[in-house]
C-alpha cells in the first residue's frame, strides 16, 4: 500500500505562488504515474495536471496550463507543483494521487490507485 502525503498548501494573495509536494511512501519501487487533482467547496473534485514516471510526459487542465509547473524526484519519492499567478479561482483542497496504469486516462479519478489527504490552498483577492 503505497501513502502519499501532501504539503506546502496555505493562504496566499491573488498573483503569489505556492509549491506543493507529495511524498510517497510504502511500496514504491513501481513506476507509479502521478498527478493532482483539487476541489473547491461546494464543486467536484478536477483534474489538475500529471506526470509520467520518467517525467517526460506532462498533461496539463486547461484552467492552470502557463501557470503552473508539474515536477517529481523519483529518488526521494516526491512530486511537486509549482503554482504561479495564483487566482482565488484556485482555492481549494488539492489531492496528490498515483496510478501504476492509467491507459493514457490522465484526468480519470477512478483511474489512480491511491490518494493522499489534500492540502488547503487559499488565494485570497
Known amino acids: 500500500q503505497v501513502q502519499l502525503v501532501e504539503s506546502g498548501g496555505g493562504l496566499v494573495q491573488a498573483g503569489g505562488s505556492l509549491t506543493l509536494s507529495c511524498a510517497a511512501s510504502?511500496?514504491?519501487?513501481?513506476?507509479?504515474?502521478m498527478g493532482w487533482f483539487r476541489q473547491a467547496p461546494g464543486s467536484e473534485r478536477e483534474f489538475v495536471v500529471a506526470i509520467s514516471w520518467s517525467g517526460g510526459t506532462r498533461v496539463y487542465a486547461d484552467s492552470v496550463k502557463g501557470r503552473c509547473t508539474i515536477s517529481r524526484a523519483n529518488a526521494k519519492n516526491t512530486m511537486y507543483l509549482r503554482m504561479n499567478s495564483l487566482k482565488p479561482e484556485d482555492t481549494a483542497v488539492y489531492y496528490c494521487?498515483?496510478?501504476?496504469?492509467?491507459?493514457?486516462?490522465?484526468?480519470?479519478?477512478?483511474?489512480?490507485?491511491?490518494w493522499g489527504q489534500g492540502t488547503q490552498v487559499t488565494v485570497s483577492s
Open positions: 494521487a498515483a496510478a501504476l496504469d492509467l491507459g493514457g486516462s490522465w484526468s480519470l479519478q477512478g483511474k489512480y490507485d491511491y
Open positions: 510504502g511500496p514504491t519501487s513501481s513506476r507509479y504515474v
